[in-house]
């Protein structure tokens, strides 16, 4: 549990606090890098905990903004790890990308290109659209010579950037030549993180560095459809039907995490296992706080428990 003495913006996680919470909550949304699991390991405790969560009744819902993967992917994920989630309990800032173009009614013959991984691809796909670009672009150069021309798919409607570890000049400049020349493109970003846990010892660049770039070359701004916009939010309310206030968002990231379940009206955990450091949350700058912040989910379980 968080051993520093509570502030007047929050408090440490307790006893008396985390039955308060558990008796004003019907749902968890919990973020993923950095709360259930960091790259490829799980956080100590989290199995424990979400299993308890679950025998009280509690909607688990697993809310990420790395859209690496699709929601099956992020199944295929959890289970390896001995965690039971269904693809239904995901929502990946992937899929809200290609939610985003179905409820904006984005023509279906119009095509898609893609800064990132499969999982926005097959979120695309399976939403009905067609995405081209991602990884098969990843090995793509260009040729910067007089008289050479970059030719773009001129059927593009919309370009969505999201992490990816393969972006080259060749992908920047598609996605440029998109929505800089073909007429009402739409540039979707999944998230504007700028770290993320893409490996368990290191924090890595996130999506918000692609989405830079691509900012920086085209002098526009993205639809974000990811954390912190309500977007997703939307969506779970329509979904599960549950009112913001009877939801608490754990994430560890305050700005997204907690910026995202502040706006929507839901209650607040922060933990401290991602990317987020009690120095950061203490320090006078910060002006995004939750209401109640710990060490990691696991310490739900050690108190309720002990």
Not at 175 to 181: H, M, N, S, V, W
Not at 279 to 296: A, E, F, K
Request: proline share 5%; hydrophobic share 40%; net charge negative.
């Amino acid at each position: 549990m968080a051993d520093v003495e509570s502030t007047a913006a929050c408090q440490p996680l307790s006893l008396t606090n985390a039955r308060e919470l558990l008796d004003s909550v019907d749902a968890f949304l919990l973020d993923c890098d950095g709360v259930i699991w960091k790259g490829d390991t799980l956080i100590d405790g989290v199995p424990e905990t979400l299993e308890l969560l679950r025998s009280k009744g509690k909607k688990l819902v697993f809310v990420t903004n790395n859209s690496m993967k699709s929601r099956k992917q992020y199944a295929h994920k959890f289970q390896s790890l001995g965690i039971p989630v269904t693809e239904e309990e995901i929502f990946s800032s992937s899929f809200a990308a290609a939610m985003y173009l179905k409820v904006n009614e984005f023509p279906p013959q119009k095509n898609v290109y893609v800064i990132g991984g499969e999982g926005i691809l097959e979120e695309l796909k399976l939403a009905g659209f067609t995405g081209h670009g991602g990884p098969e672009d990843g090995a793509k150069t260009v040729q910067l010579k007089a008289n050479t021309l970059f030719e773009h798919d001129k059927n593009v409607g919309a370009v969505v950037v999201g992490i990816d570890p393969n972006l080259n000049y060749y992908k920047l400049q598609y996605a440029t030549l998109c929505i800089r020349e073909n007429p009402g493109c739409i540039f979707i970003a999944t998230n504007r993180d700028a770290t993320g846990n893409m490996t368990d010892l290191q924090e890595w660049p996130g999506a918000g560095c692609m989405v830079a770039a691509v900012c920086g070359a085209t002098e526009k701004e993205p639809i974000v459809v990811g954390k912190p916009s309500t977007f997703l939010m939307d969506f779970l309310q329509k979904k599960y039907n549950i009112p913001t206030s009877r939801m608490c968002m754990v994430g560890d990231r305050l700005d997204t995490d907690i910026l995202f379940g502040q706006n929507a009206g839901c209650r607040t955990l922060l933990v401290l296992s991602g990317v987020t450091s009690q120095s950061t949350l203490q320090d006078p700058s910060n002006r995004i706080q939750p209401q109640i912040y710990t060490n990691q989910i696991s310490d739900i379980f050690d108190l309720l428990k002990s």
